[in-house]
């Protein structure tokens, strides 16, 4: 049986989405339903698990032609934030409109 490919994103890092990924993708089950390719900055996500007090195993990559996804284990594509500033959690702002903005953008995926 073929399994569908995702791409996924964290939303608003200044919002619940990067612990809400953690908690969907720690659960084994979840990762088994389809190829996860992550957009994301790892920093966020790995704040995001912190935060949901979880975690699950990833691997990184830069260029989709070379990934060879291992059932259950996503694929991150790694998203750098262009503004250096911390995001300040609770509170939209700009920076992470832009974030978000640009992690959907990837041309990569």
């Given at each position: 049986m073929t399994i569908p490919s995702l791409a996924l994103v964290l939303g608003d890092p200044a919002g619940v989405g990067p612990e809400l990924v953690a908690k969907v993708l720690s659960k084994q089950s979840n990762r088994q339903l389809a190829n996860i390719a992550i957009i994301?900055?790892?920093?966020?996500?790995?704040?995001?698990?912190?935060?949901?007090?979880?975690?699950?195993?990833?691997?990184?990559?830069?260029?989709?032609?070379?990934?060879?996804?291992?059932?259950g284990v996503p694929v991150l594509f790694h998203h750098k934030n262009s503004h250096p500033a911390p995001f300040e959690y609770g509170v939209a702002t700009e920076q992470s409109g832009v974030y978000m903005l640009e992690t959907l953008k990837k041309p990569w995926i």
């Open positions: 994301a900055d790892k920093d966020e996500l790995e704040k995001g698990m912190k935060i949901a007090g979880c975690r699950f195993p990833y691997e990184e990559a830069s260029d989709i032609s070379t990934v060879v996804f291992k059932p």
